[in-house]
Every structure is written in structure tokens, then in C-alpha cells.
């Protein structure tokens, strides 16, 4: 459930006419609902009652200052995967004790602007990595908290780049070299083992995949128990999916994901946290463009847009679907009208749907694509030029520009010309 709805004719976040956005602030921006992001949190947040629990939004799906300051003063912590991320919760008032880092990468600068900026726990994917972190906070006197990922190699059964949990894919240790790796981390200085992670993938829309991770990482628990590491804590990483249609999608809601953690995992007698991404961000924001022509050619019409794959990248890059909708609510019964819905930028892929039914718009008419919350704004670039697209946070009656657009001058004044030019 989202907080885009039509109301009077008009499309609205919550009780502001997305028009009213659009007058002031121009085309392309994001929009994002305070009411959905703060839904879909405490959905997750509940779906662990009962247990030790701590969400720690995978904040690279949407990372403005004012999405992390709002989710945080809901109770959420931060799922860091660079020194960047870590700045930037920092920033916006979350504190280190609730801060995870992730990721596969992670240099040694990185390691220690976390170390001493404090963090919760650094979820380390590789012994070379480990090596590194041992050294950095030997060398600066810390003790640098711990889980390792284990790559339980189960099918995510998700979109190729976005599947995480294979053995052929980059992430994490192979599950079966599990022991060894944490014998290693015991005797490593710097370093306190307290728990195990996991994370499989990305838009997952069933939850067999979570159960098989969740299990090896229940058995792996007792196992490592067994070797004498106090094992405390379970990342169980993100992934749950969202309805990009409205019709034949249905992922698992969060409560039957907290269930299955509770199956799974909840005998353990763990803090658990979980890093979801996409449904905290995902349907809480939409992309709002104007549609600067409509063209004829040859057996379809180009609706042609001033949002481009530069403002959202997806449907380039995944072959995702996003639901686009008229601003101005059709009326009932009109007869849909086949688009193929582009955007202005100079390439082919600049594509975001073909053969799309949705009611007849005309030049100059608003559209929105639904579900753009997630993965949308932060995978923006000025491909072409293109002043990197506005974000704007509603709340109830209000809105504010959460991240203006910039001038094509301090665009261009970014560079700088060496002076033998
Ligand atoms: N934790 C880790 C370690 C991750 O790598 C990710 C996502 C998450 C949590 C959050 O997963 P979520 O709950 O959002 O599914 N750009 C792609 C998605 C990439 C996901 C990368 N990792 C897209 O637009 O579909």
C-alpha cells in the first residue's frame, strides 16, 4: 500500500496534488511519500516483534539525508556499502552504534573512517578483507566487531544482476569454508567475532529461497557455537520484493518474512537485524516527467518524455517494469491508447516501455511511474547533460525540495581546464 492516490481528479502524495510539485519545482523529480517509507519500515519492524531485532535500511536504495533522518527517527538503523553511505548516515543524525557495513569492497580508509566514527559491526566478505581490517584496527587500537557472509549458494530465482546468494557470484565466503575463515577471525587481532550474514539477492518474490539461506545459517550457528565462537547476532541481509504491477505480482509481505525468521532462525536466541531496501523505498516514491511529444511512426506512437534513463536507469538496465500513469486521473471507461514510452536521451535503450496500454495523454500532460523509490534517484547520472533529477519528501499537506535541481552553470562549472588549454 502506497500513498499515491487519485483524489479529485488528481494524482496526490498523501494531500498535495502532485501537479502543485510539478509547477514549482519543474520536470523531471523524484517524489517521495513520509507516510509510505515510515509504513513500510515499521511493517518490518513488527514482523520481528518478539524477538531482538534491529532494521537497518540498505540505505543505497534511496539515500537522501531526509528519507535516512525520517526512517531513522522511526527507529531504523543504517545499511552502509562505502565510506560515502557512512558519511552520509552519519549526517543525517544516525549514530554509529546503529550503522552496518557492508560490501565486498571495502578499503582500508573506509575501514577506518568507521572505526572511528563507531559502528556496529562490519559485515566482512573475504579473508583478504579480513586480513585488512585486522591490521587497520590493530594499528589504531580498536576491537572492530564482526560477522562474516557466507554465500549459502541457493538460488535467489531473481534477475541475473541482482541474484547474490550463488556460488559463482562474488559475494561472501563459500558456506562450506565457514569454520575455517572463523577459526582464522579468533585468532586474528583486532577483531571480535559476533555473528554470522547473509544476504541472497534482490527483488526476491518467494520466500523458499530465504528458508533454505536462513536454515544453513541455523545450522551454521550451532555449529560454529560448537567451535567456541560466541555467536550472537544474524544478518539475514535484504531482499524482499515489491508489486511493480498492481495486478499479477504478489510478493510475501513482510509479516510472513518475519514468521519465516522466526521458524528459521528464532530458536537461536540471536539479535537478529535484516536489511531491507527496495520495500522500505520502492513504492514510497515516483518519478514525475512531462511528456513533451507524441509522435506517429511506423505502426506505434513515441510518447516522448523529458525524463530519460539517466533519471531512472531501470528499465534500461533490468529490463524492469514500472507502472506509468497519467497525473490527471482518465476518465472511467476511456479506451487505453499503445505507446512506446522513450525518453530524449541519444541512444536506443533510452527506452522505458513498448507496446505499453495505458489511457491516451497529450503533449504537455504529467505521467508518474510508480515504484521509483527504490534504485531510482540514487542510480542517477548527467548522462547527456542532464541536470542530475530533483528529489521532494511530502508529509501530510507539505512538501519540500529534499534535493534541488542544479543549474546547468554549476554543472558545467565543475569541471576544470588544465592550464596548458
Ligand atoms: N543488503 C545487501 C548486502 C545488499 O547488497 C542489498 C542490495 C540489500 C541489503 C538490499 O536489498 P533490497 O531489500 O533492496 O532488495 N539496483 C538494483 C538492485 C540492487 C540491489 C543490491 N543490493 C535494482 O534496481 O533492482
Redesign the pocket.
Known amino acids: 500500500m502506497d500513498h499515491f492516490l487519485y483524489k479529485d481528479g488528481a494524482l496526490h502524495a498523501e494531500d498535495v496534488p502532485v501537479a502543485d510539485i510539478a509547477a514549482e519545482v519543474g520536470t523531471p523529480f523524484y517524489c517521495y511519500s513520509t507516510a509510505t517509507l515510515t509504513r513500510h519500515f515499521r511493517l518490518f519492524d513488527e514482523a520481528l516483534d518478539g524477538i531482538p531485532h534491529l532494521v537497518c535500511y540498505?540505505m543505497?536504495?534511496a539515500s537522501n539525508q531526509a528519507i535516512l533522518k525520517t526512517l531513522a527517527q522511526a527507529g531504523a538503523g543504517m545499511?552502509v556499502?562505502s565510506g560515502g553511505e557512512y558519511l552520509r548516515a552519519k549526517a543525517a543524525g544516525v549514530p554509529g552504534n546503529r550503522i552496518v557495513f557492508?560490501?565486498v569492497g571495502k578499503t582500508r580508509d573506509e575501514m577506518r573512517v568507521a572505526l572511528e566514527g563507531g559502528i556496529r559491526q562490519f559485515?566482512v566478505e573475504s579473508e583478504p578483507e579480513m586480513q585488512a581490517l585486522s591490521e587497520v584496527a590493530s594499528s589504531f587500537g580498536f576491537e572492530a566487531p564482526i560477522t562474516v557472509r557466507v554465500n549459502p549458494d541457493v538460488d535467489a530465482k531473481t534477475?541475473a544482476?541482482?541474484a547474490?546468494g550463488k556460488s559463482e557470484n562474488k559475494?561472501g565466503i563459500p558456506i562450506a569454508r565457514a569454520r575455517e575463515v572463523y577459526a582464522e577471525a579468533a585468532r586474528l587481532p583486532g577483531l571480535k567475532v559476533i555473528g554470522i550474514d547473509v544476504?541472497i539477492?534482490?527483488?526476491?518474490t518467494e520466500l523458499e529461497p530465504f528458508r533454505l539461506a536462513y536454515q544453513k545459517v541455523a545450522e551454521l550457528t550451532e555449529v560454529l557455537r560448537a567451535d567456541g565462537h560466541e555467536i550472537t547476532r544474524l544478518d539475514l541481509?535484504?531482499?524482499?520484493?515489491i508489486p511493480y504491477t498492481r495486478s499479477n505480482e504478489a510478493p510475501p509481505l513482510p509479516v510472513e518474512y518475519g514468521e519465516l525468521i522466526k521458524e528459521t532462525v528464532g530458536h537461536l536466541d540471536c539479535e537478529i537485524e535484516i536489511?531491507?531496501?527496495?520495500?522500505v523505498a520502492g513504492n514510497a516514491g515516483i518519478l514525475v516527467t512531462k511528456v513533451i511529444y507524441v509522435k506517429s511512426g511506423e505502426g506505434r506512437d513515441f510518447l516522448i518524455l523529458d525524463g530519460a534513463m539517466n533519471d531512472l536507469i531501470?528499465p534500461a538496465?533490468?529490463e524492469?517494469y514500472h507502472d506509468i500513469i497519467p497525473v490527471t486521473e482518465p476518465r472511467p471507461g476511456v479506451e487505453q491508447a499503445k505507446y512506446d514510452i522513450v525518453g530524449p536521451v541519444c541512444e536506443s535503450g533510452d527506452t522505458f516501455a513498448k507496446e505499453r496500454l495505458m489511457p491516451p495523454v497529450s503533449e504537455g500532460d504529467l505521467v508518474a511511474f510508480r515504484s521509483a523509490g527504490?534504485?531510482g534517484a540514487v542510480?542517477a547520472s548527467e548522462y547527456n547533460t542532464r541536470p542530475l533529477v530533483p528529489e521532494v519528501l511530502v508529509h501530510e499537506h507539505q512538501f519540500a525540495v529534499i534535493r534541488p535541481r542544479p543549474t546547468f552553470d554549476e554543472m558545467i562549472n565543475r569541471d576544470t581546464i588544465p592550464e596548458w588549454l
Open positions: 540498505a543505497k536504495a545499511d556499502v557492508s560490501g559485515n534477475h544482476k541482482i547474490t559475494f544476504h539477492g534482490s527483488q526476491l541481509g535484504g531482499g524482499l520484493g536489511e531491507p531496501g527496495r520495500l531501470r538496465m533490468y524492469a527504490a534504485y542510480m
